[in-house]
């Protein structure tokens, strides 16, 4: 199974962006004392290992099938997207928060605030090149579908993954950059403690979206139908089919998919004719659909 080039473009345009803007942000919660630019770069930080792990997990899933994973290892990227979201919840959202509510228990002066504005700036140039990236390639891939709608159907998480992050990262830099004007009109240093208990919670609703995205892939999701649709006709323009009673597609991967079918074939058949159509079969199904990666045809009455 081969990742498509467009997603690994979209780990590493993120992943670019957000070290850079990590650094910026961690340098500017020094000179300034701001909690929103520290929930920040926590934020960044957690990014970034999370484009790591995507494309770690890429490169795992991308294995060819061997004697103990007969059908390959597509399932791993499902696995690492479904960690991804988990550390987006207990370390990005977490950390957050706790920043937050100790920010705004023990307030802090904001020293300097045009450092954080600065860095804001940045941050929003950097991030708005990654999320225009990712949402152009999302975009494509969908097709005429809903945003939501293509996000539930899509089978390759890195896509919507970033998406989701940088959408929640521009969010972010908004409300960090409220919060820090906040306290220096009003003199009152918790808004900027209020600001990252906010992005504290965007964070863990998106973590949440994405974990629940992540575990339906890795527990198994069907095919589009549309292919399953096209498997059935396949099948049941041959004539010595009568019939395609069952089909099964789960996928194992972005591009890997599997397919098992229960055929009525007609009873003047004989069994050796069934075997070589069987195999015809298989082949016309692969060849048309690179995508599937196993198919098992098995012969049954209509119930």
Known sequence: ???????????????????????????????????????????????????????????????????????????????????????????????????????IRNPEPIRT?????????????????????????????KGELGWWEAVRRSKDPPSFIVLFEDSAAMFGLVVAGIGITLSVMTGDPRWDGAASVVIGLALAGVALALARESKDLLIGEPADPLLEAAIRATLDRRPEVSGVNEITT???GPRNIFVGLSVDFE????????????????????DRWPSIRA?????????
């Not at 198919?295 to 119930?303: D, F, L, R, T």
């Open 1 to 103: 199974m081969t990742e498509p080039p467009e997603s690994r473009l979209i780990l590493f345009a993120a992943l670019a962006a957000n070290l850079g803007i990590a650094i910026a942000k961690f340098v500017a919660a020094a000179f300034t004392g701001s909690s929103a630019m520290l929930t920040e770069g926590f934020h960044s930080v957690v990014d970034s290992f999370n484009q790591l792990l995507l494309l770690y997990g890429q490169k795992r899933a991308s294995r060819p099938p061997d004697d103990r994973h007969p059908l390959g290892y597509g399932r791993e990227l499902y696995f690492w997207s479904f960690v991804v979201a988990i550390l987006i919840f207990s370390t990005g959202a977490g950390l957050s928060i706790y920043e937050g509510v100790h920010h």
């Open 113 to 141: 605030p045009w450092i954080n504005y600065v860095v804001l700036a940045l941050s929003l140039m950097l991030e708005g090149a990654s999320w225009t990236i990712a949402m152009r390639e999302f975009g494509m891939a």
């Open 250 to 252: 789960v996928h194992l």
């Open 267 to 286: 009873d003047r058949v004989p069994v050796g004719r069934i075997e070589a159509m069987i195999a015809e079969s298989e082949t016309e199904l692969r």
């Open 295 to 303: 198919i098992y045809i098995k012969p049954q009455a209509k119930p």
